[in-house]
């Protein structure tokens, strides 16, 4: 490949650098040139190495101050082994679903190979400059994302989200670890690294270049007769959803019959791509087997990016919620304990990827909105439909001493003043939140929450009143405090005629959770899956992995 072909001549190229001392540059005043680019750097001035604009500001700024200004990549006046390696690791950078020119590929390549003797001071001082402006970006990538999850923007700043790159980049000259503590800054999960094999084998279908259109048409069911039923095949096939026969003939040859492996295998798909997984090939699955390699190539790298946006350590026990899937898992010791739906609100779909840690949870919580809630405004129309009859729901002012109690339906609380006037539903089957709330320590509202299972809101499939209503939000209880003391399961459950009381418990540990938005992942047996992006999401990450400074 051409690829290799250069980089074995960049490798000669570098032996050669090695071979001889340049000592025709002189170490002062390659310092110099960095001394006055950092200060210029701390002025706020843009600064140039060679071509390329230095991204890493702040990081370079600490690093260069911190060692006098002293090279990082030259070792008695010769480039050390380590510059060759991070070039080699900015080249493989595209197995991670990032762009190697983002790191100064060619400008690095460039500079390398016109390194001579005679070279002046401010060329090495460039070559430096650039290749530390490299190590700190490539690395904030790894550990943080290219894109601010929050903006959906390109970020071209090494120090963010609580990253201290300088120190890493000290470490990794000084232990002549580049590459290794390179590696390390990836995510260690193996959700990603299963994406980054399936991006690997994405790319050695479309090298393939034979990805023919499959014919809409109508619906194929089990046992019946069809010309597109061969090129099926062949794509479910390809894809790793059916073996290959050992006997395979070719597929022109053979009979166009929907036969039982291919049933299970056309299921397969189906269930891994969020589609209702009866076997009957409709346009649905048409269009999934149609996807452009390229978008699901794309998918996959976007999707990589998002497990770059975790935190290092997810925590154990720790709760997961794909936002795309609507589902959330518990899980400890990297094992899947429950599995339940769960619906993001509407309020949270502005912001579906995020992290925090439950506190405590309260069973049989109240539900109290204030009029800056939208929820107030549902309210209030149930109460013009006479629906609010149906539900207790009081109005309240002030608090302990100062608390008083209205009826809602006898007044027109719409029309109260904001402060301190809030409406309240008490514990009990018809409540919005359902049997329990599950709090975060700031306590502004609850992260996650049940359904109600009786009433007027029981019946509002499309409304939800937290941020992420939980179905087995019962079961959920029992997994997160069944190991503390004093816990049963009784307590979600309580008596039909016991008139329901709040009852608070605290986690002994705060419990991480993790809401995500995975258009595409690797389930526990390793089976990728993709869904839709229903909330938009996937074009604007796309878009930013590609952006260039």
Known sequence: MHHVARLTRRLWVFIALLSFSVSGLASDDSREEVRRRVEAMASGFAVDAGSRRLLAVNALR???????????????????????ELLQTIDNTGTEGLHPRDYHQQALSQMMQAL????????????DLLLSDAFLMLGSHLLAGKVDPRTLQAQWQADRHGLEMAPLLAQAVETGSVAALLNTFRPSQAEYQQLRQERQRMLELLDRRDWPLIDTGPLIRPGESDSRLPLI???LVALGDLAARQTESPAASRPPTYETDLLAAVSRFQARHGLQA??????????????????????????????????????????????ADQRLDLVSNGQILLSSPARLTTACQNRPVFSDHIH??????????GPDNPN????????KRGQLTQLPVELHKGWGMSLSKRDVTAEDWASEPATGSRLVQPPGRENALGEVKFMSAMGSGPLLHGAPSAGVLSTMTETTFGCIQVEAAAELVDGLLKHQQGWTRQKTHAGEDEPPQSETHYMEQPVPLHVQYLTSWADSDGTIHFRSDSLNRDTAVATALKAEP
């Open 62 to 84: 600490a690093f260069y101050q911190d060692r006098g200004f002293k090279l990082a990549w030259f070792a008695d006046n010769r480039l050390t082994p380590e510059a060759l």
């Open 376 to 383: 107030f405004a549902l309210l209030s129309a149930l109460r």
């Open 278 to 323: 009866d076997g009957l090939i409709g346009s649905a699955t048409i269009a999934a087997l149609n996807t452009p390699l390229q978008d699901r190539l794309a998918q996959i790298e976007v999707n990589m990016e998002r497990w770059r946006w975790l935190p290092e350590r997810l925590g154990d026990p720790h709760i997961r919620v794909n936002a």
């Open 116 to 127: 001579t003797l005679s070279a002046p001071a401010a060329a090495k001082a460039d070559l």
């Open 233 to 235: 095949r062949a794509r």
């Open 360 to 369: 405590y949870l309260v069973l049989n919580p109240e539900w109290s909105v």
